[in-house]
């Protein structure tokens, strides 16, 4: 006869489960990631879930041959302990996806739960978030700068932001948000692209290789573009008219601009200039052309900017979820 008490190892292992806050004591089922156990309801995962509603369809095993914790079966998942946390947290509490604001740890695990899991009430206003902050469009995209600079309100910025967003649109099929992201990557400058930015945590954001390429070769791309005749600062460098008011001043201010992209080496290529910032500038005439010279460009910026980072054009951007 066999001896069905549990082995040294198996009352060890038992030993070291973590029960997660999640804990309702009316729930039907625990769910373990890793070493921590979440106990729920399985009405609830499957109603909002197809993969737990074709589960739960399926024919099921001999109760007595399944683990279980205070008579609820155990299903084990293989998902970080703090992704099926935010995962749970966003299930059981309607408020939570009404936060303006969510933590972009808290957008990935919602993006990668639900999709794995096929939450679409999670999935979709998550995903939302996302391509807010990146839109396809330029005028979306200008509307989300503050005094020109860029600030993101559906997401919070942590250490690391912009390399952690740009590889989660890119893991998970938001296509129509690389371009946008790929761009504000390249923007973060060679150092901080080869080394990395450091987290909250300690850990560090960096790219993989095949991504870092694109963004160091998609930068070099910028820096050059952005001057050629007909883009954003094209008229930096041509500036020939001959009825500008006064020359010398507009050509001196003209210079210490072009200087001080070519000198930083920054990427300015979606730059938009303001009429009241070129006017304390520049004379008249040289403003308008100043003015009309960099819509133009920023237009054409836009248009290319995917295949600047090898990328579809944006009508084929399309977010494969």
């Not at 009405?43 to 909002?48: D, E, M």
């Not at 084990?76 to 302990?81: F, N, R």
């Not at 963004?215 to 930096?236: A, E, H, N």
Request: charged share 25%; aromatic share 10%.
């Amino acid at each position: 006869m066999s001896d069905s008490r549990p082995t040294k190892r198996q009352r060890n292992e038992a030993a070291s489960i973590t029960r997660s806050a999640i804990w309702y004591k009316d729930g039907s089922v625990v769910l373990q990631a890793q070493d921590t156990q979440f106990r729920v309801h399985w009405s609830v995962l499957a109603k909002h879930s197809v993969f737990f509603k074709d589960l739960e369809s399926l024919p099921q095993p001999n109760p007595a041959d399944l683990p279980t914790v205070d008579g609820c079966p155990v299903v084990e998942i293989q998902d970080a302990v703090e992704d099926v946390e935010h995962l749970l947290t966003a299930l059981y509490d309607p408020s939570f996806l009404t936060q303006t604001t969510l933590p972009l740890a808290t957008v990935g695990a919602l993006i990668r739960l639900g999709r794995k899991y096929y939450f679409k009430v999670l999935l979709d206003p998550t995903v939302a978030r996302i391509t807010f902050e990146n839109p396809t469009t330029y005028d979306s995209c200008d509307a989300l700068l503050v005094d020109g600079v860029y600030r993101p309100t559906r997401i919070m910025v942590s250490g690391g932001f912009f390399f952690d967003l740009l590889m989660l649109a890119q893991e998970n099929n938001i296509l129509s948000a690389l371009p946008t992201a790929y761009y504000r990557a390249a923007k973060r400058g060679p150092a901080r692209l080869l080394d990395g930015v450091k987290r909250e945590d300690g850990t560090v954001a960096s790219l993989p290789l095949v991504h870092l390429r694109r963004c160091i070769v998609g930068r070099d791309r910028l820096l050059s573009k952005q001057f050629q005749p007909g883009y954003t600062l094209g008229w930096l460098r041509q500036w020939q008219l001959s009825d500008c008011k006064n020359s010398s001043e507009c050509d001196r201010r003209r210079s210490a601009m072009l200087s001080h992209y070519l000198d930083g080496n920054v990427v300015g290529a979606l730059d938009k200039f303001e009429a009241h910032d070129v006017r304390k500038a520049f004379c008249a005439t040289c403003c308008q052309h100043f003015l009309d010279s960099n819509a133009t460009g920023l237009k054409k910026m836009w248009e290319e900017l995917p295949g600047i980072f090898d990328l579809a054009p944006w009508d084929q951007l399309k977010n494969d979820l």
